[in-house]
């Protein structure tokens, strides 16, 4: 599966942005999808991951209750809406697809993702 990230930008502290991911070349809805993110000079970091369905959710200690994810298997697309963003969300932000079901994959560990999109950018100012 092929996975292109977009909507990255610029915004400021407390504003909001949506991040979409769309996939190719397999059948969407067969991967457990996530987003993790790398911050200059920093680790990656799990941001969020979703179930086959779209029924279940995981989401990083850092953004819960700001940021979503969700999907759309008919777009094969995934999504990452980001709320309340704060400078420190500044980071390169990629999607990662993941064979398995959401409760056997660690969907917190980036290497359970075989497949991995180029990534976005996006900058929160202050």
């Known amino acids: 599966v092929q996975l292109q990230a977009s909507g990255g930008g610029l915004v400021q502290a407390g504003g909001s942005l949506k991040l979409s991911c769309t996939a190719s070349g397999s059948t969407f809805s067969y991967y457990t999808m996530g987003w993790f993110r790398q911050a200059p000079g920093k680790e990656r970091e799990f941001v969020a991951a979703?179930?086959?369905?779209?029924?279940?959710?995981r989401y990083g200690d850092s953004v819960k209750d700001r940021f979503t994810i969700s999907r759309d298997n008919a777009k094969n697309t995934v999504y990452l809406q980001m709320n309340s963003v704060k400078p420190e969300d500044t980071a390169v932000y990629s999607c990662?697809?993941?064979?398995?079901?959401?409760?056997?994959?660690?969907?917190?560990?980036?290497?359970?993702?075989?497949?991995w999109g180029q990534g976005t950018l996006v900058t929160v100012s202050s």
């Open positions: 990662a697809a993941a064979t398995g079901d959401f409760w056997t994959v660690a969907t917190t560990d980036s290497s359970s993702y075989s497949y």
């Open positions: 979703i179930s086959r369905s779209g029924s279940y959710q």
